[in-house]
């Protein structure tokens, strides 16, 4: 079975800041897909990454960016410069089935307050 | 760009009532599902159609009934609400092809009284 688990259950930042939000993931397959999604105060869920297995590279976006060790089954995502529009519930979750949300399991978010 | 429509967006219930929540999407996909997120718990499939036609149950389908009414519609039914369900659920779709993104709606909450 699978599982992902998001430690820290609330972080508070001061504007400015850098801030990294954990995600260990536990599967036993070798395919396998990994993603986040931020889910700010109005509720809605958005799409921010997906990485698959087979793919290491870490990635930027902008503020944004993702740390994917499979060593440590760790896709971590890290804030530079966070900024107020940041504060939401960020979800990790994982994906033994490629573009199916049946098998997608996610972590139980990590509430992002980014103070001014 | 619609993407993933669900209504309606806030609902209270009494308990024993019942009611539906309608889902549709305007992308074309073959697969949708219904999850219901509660705090510290993340998100949990209730029920999925892989094409329309199919239904399947996932995690937590004690409680709910869906239909697959068409390739963009899927329906959420509670016959008998329970103040257990008080929840937001979110409906969502994919194309069902490798590789492709999942797409949310927006949410319904939920409170059952």
């Known amino acids: 079975a699978q599982k992902v688990t998001q430690a820290q259950t609330e972080i508070s930042v001061v504007e400015k800041e850098d801030v990294t939000l954990d995600c260990v993931y536990e599967?036993?397959?070798?395919?396998?897909?990994l993603f986040w999604y931020k889910q700010p105060p109005s509720g809605e869920l958005v799409f921010l990454i997906r990485?698959?297995?087979?793919?290491?590279q870490n990635e930027i976006s902008g503020r944004y960016s993702w740390n994917f060790q499979k060593s440590t089954s760790s896709f971590n995502f890290t804030i530079t410069a966070s900024q107020v529009v940041d504060s939401a519930v960020y979800f990790c979750?994982?994906?033994?089935?490629?573009?199916?949300?049946?098998?997608?399991?996610f972590g139980s978010g990590t509430q992002l307050t980014v103070l001014p | 760009n619609a993407g993933v429509t669900q209504t309606p967006k806030f609902q209270v219930l009494k308990t024993g009532q019942s009611m539906t929540l309608q889902c549709a999407q305007d992308?074309?996909?073959?697969?949708m599902y219904w999850y219901r997120q509660d705090p510290g718990m993340g998100l949990r499939l209730i029920y999925y159609?892989?094409?329309?036609?199919?239904?399947d149950k996932g995690e937590v389908p004690n409680g709910y009934n869906v239909s697959r009414l068409n390739k963009r519609e899927f329906s959420l039914r509670l016959e008998s609400a329970a103040p257990s369900q008080t929840s937001v659920y979110f409906c969502?779709?994919?194309?069902?092809?490798?590789?492709?993104?999942?797409?949310f709606g927006e949410g319904s909450w939920l409170t059952v009284v």
């Open positions: 969502a779709s994919t194309p069902g092809r490798s590789g492709n993104t999942i797409y």
């Open positions: 599967t036993r397959d070798t395919t396998y897909y």
């Open positions: 990485r698959n297995s087979f793919d290491e």
């Open positions: 979750a994982l994906s033994e089935a490629p573009g199916s949300a049946r098998q997608l399991t």
């Open positions: 992308m074309n996909h073959n697969s």
């Open positions: 159609s892989a094409s329309e036609g199919t239904t």
